[in-house]
Every structure is written in structure tokens, then in C-alpha cells.
């Protein structure tokens, strides 16, 4: 049996070694470099769960976050040990890709336009956001994007934690420490260069760029989880960003897509990846909308409660499985208690 592997970036990489352990495979990646379009934090418990060993390549290591309110509230969650690690994506990607190679995966630097051309047993669609072989298949696809833009330059920051700011409609700002420079960005249902412009000049009227001059700049769209999405089609299953595996809470997609690449091989993928990480992608999806709704102030009132109860995510909270967060909240009374207090007024927006 053969199988081909269409994109060579960190979920085709995954998908490769885990089908390189039972069938032939082959790498198709139209890019020599992959094109780089996230933030490159990762949790160290996302790494485990997919059993790849990066630390020597990490660029930093995170034990925590500082979530800013819209109307200037602020909590932090400090995990006390490594909680995520930030990578250069390109390292990362190649590195992922020659795990692949080694695992005896054929790597082959070429453009796919026509799948009628491969006469693999079955065809792994692992191409991100370009989506120009499902539009010429007819396959199912994302509808609903975020727009993403980040920044690299001299920010002051804590290089231990990372930043998210709710100054964004529907999403946030973050500010992700890397060596000497941080990473500055955010995601956007429309242009996100305004935004983080403002952004920028919020930082700099606080002191807090250190200097103007941006060392790089990134921008890329992020698919909206759509639980209805079809993802198999007997010889040709789809994966990552071109089956909306992402958390739509933050945008990010190498963890849970990783866990479903790793069912790749199997017959019954859809029915496996749903069963392991269809309903966190489905929770991710409910918090996202949830905030939506949240007026500033009702939000700054929710960050507000979860601050005096952040040692519970602390300690039994998880970057990628949601439900570990919210089953550990759920189980103390006194956080329950005071979430009931606060009801009303958030149900003013919910209604």
C-alpha cells in the first residue's frame, strides 16, 4: 500500500510518521521553506501527547500568561515549571519533516494540482490553508476565517509569561516573549493591520517598544472549527487546517490536528479523530462564542472571577483540552458559587 502525503508542513509531517510505520509513503510540498503563519507557542504537554521530543529547538520556554481586560483588569496564571515552549516555525517545520524522512517517508519537492495523477492507495490532504484542491474536488471546507498578523521587534516583556489582551472584536492581542524580541500580533475577522497598529502605539505610549524597527512580519488566515465538516472520503481524508482542526478559543492547530494526523492510517478516521478530539474542538468552538457575546464590561466581570480562582487552572488546567479547565472549575463550589453571583448580569448579553 501507498500513501501520499500532499503539504509538508508540521501536520503532513506527523501524519507521514505515523503512516511510515505500516505503508510506503510519499511527501509532496510545493515549498522549499515552509511559508510561516503562527506564533510558534506550543504547550509541553501538546508535545508529549504527540510524542515529539523539540526542546533543544525551542527558542524559549514559557511557564505562563497575563490576560488583560478590556477596560484595563488584569489575572495571571503562573504554572510555576514550562508550560509551553516557543519554536521558529520554519526550524520547527523542517525539523518535524525530517522525523518524517528518517521514519522512511520519500520526500518530494512538487507541486500537486491533480490527484488523478497519484495512484497512491490514499491521499492525505495536508495543505493549510491553500484550498485549491478541495475547491477543484468539491470537498468540504472551512467557510469561516480569522486574518492574522504578527509582528516580530523589542517589546518589553516578561520573558517567562506570554500576554493576551481582549482589544480585539472577537478575539485578542497577544505578546509572546521569543529571545531578545517578542512576537506581537493578533487575529481579526477583518483587516488586522489597524488593529495591531493601535495595538503598537498603545505599547509604545506605555514605553513599553523598546525599538521601532520590526524584524519581521508575518500574516496568514486561521479556519473557524466547523463541527459539520466532512473530513473522509474513503481514498482521501483531509487534516490540520484544511479540515478546520484549530482551537478556535486561540487559533492554534499543531496539537489537536497533530492527534488526528496520527489516525491517518486508519479506515475509520473520521469516526477516530471525532471520537479523541471532536468534542474539545466543539468546547473550544462554544467558549469562542460565548465571549463574542460579552459586552467589555460583562468580560472584564468574567476575567474578574477567574482571577481569584486561577490557581485551579494552575494546577489541573490544559492549553489544548479544554474540558480539563472547565471540569476543574465545575468541581470547586466556591467558584461556582460566585460564577452564580456574576450570572445575571452575563446573561444580559447571552440573551
Request: hydrophobic letters at 40%.
Amino acid at each position: 500500500m501507498t500513501i501520499s502525503v500532499i503539504g509538508g508542513g508540521p501536520i503532513g509531517s506527523i501524519a507521514a510518521v505515523s503512516c511510515s510505520k505500516f505503508d510506503s509513503v510519499e511527501i509532496y510540498e510545493e515549498h522549499k521553506e515552509q511559508p510561516v503563519q503562527c506564533s510558534g507557542l506550543i504547550s509541553k504537554s501538546g508535545l508529549e501527547r504527540l510524542g515529539i521530543s523539540a526542546e533543544k529547538i525551542a527558542k524559549n520556554r514559557i511557564r505562563g500568561a497575563r490576560f488583560f481586560s478590556p477596560l484595563g483588569g488584569m489575572f495571571e496564571i503562573d504554572g510555576k515549571q514550562t508550560k509551553a515552549h516557543v519554536f521558529d516555525r520554519s526550524e520547527f517545520d523542517s525539523f518535524l519533516l525530517n522525523l518524517a524522512i528518517d521514519s522512511g517517508a520519500k520526500f518530494l519537492n512538487k507541486r500537486i494540482d491533480d490527484i488523478s495523477n497519484l495512484k497512491s492507495d490514499r491521499i492525505i490532504l495536508a495543505t493549510g490553508t491553500n484550498y485549491n484542491l478541495h475547491r477543484k474536488l468539491g470537498l468540504d471546507m472551512p467557510r469561516e476565517f480569522l486574518i492574522g498578523a504578527q509582528y516580530e521587534m523589542r517589546v518589553e516583556c516578561d520573558k517567562d509569561f506570554v500576554e493576551l489582551h481582549f482589544n480585539v472584536p472577537g478575539f485578542f492581542s497577544w505578546i509572546i516573549p521569543v529571545e531578545d524580541y517578542a512576537r506581537v500580533g493578533l487575529c481579526a475577522r477583518t483587516n488586522p493591520v489597524p488593529y495591531l497598529d493601535k495595538f503598537l502605539q498603545e505599547l509604545d505610549e506605555k514605553g513599553r517598544i523598546l525599538s521601532k524597527n520590526i524584524l519581521n512580519k508575518n500574516f496568514g488566515i486561521i479556519p473557524v472549527y466547523n463541527p459539520k465538516l466532512k473530513t473522509d472520503y474513503g481514498r482521501l481524508i483531509t487534516v490540520g487546517d484544511a479540515a478546520g482542526h484549530v482551537k478556535a478559543t486561540t487559533g492554534g492547530g499543531i496539537v489537536l490536528g497533530g492527534i488526528a494526523a496520527k489516525f491517518s492510517y486508519e479506515k475509520n478516521y473520521e469516526v477516530k479523530w471525532r471520537s479523541e478530539i471532536g468534542r474539545e474542538l466543539r468546547l473550544h468552538l462554544f467558549i469562542r462564542r460565548f465571549l463574542d457575546r460579552l459586552s467589555d464590561k460583562n468580560l472584564d466581570r468574567l476575567l474578574s472571577v477567574l482571577a481569584d480562582y486561577g490557581g485551579i487552572i494552575e494546577k489541573r488546567g490544559d492549553m489544548d483540552i479544554a474540558s480539563k479547565s472547565i471540569i476543574a472549575l465545575a468541581k470547586n463550589p466556591k467558584f461556582i458559587a460566585r460564577l452564580m453571583l456574576e450570572m445575571p448580569y452575563l446573561l444580559i448579553d447571552l440573551i
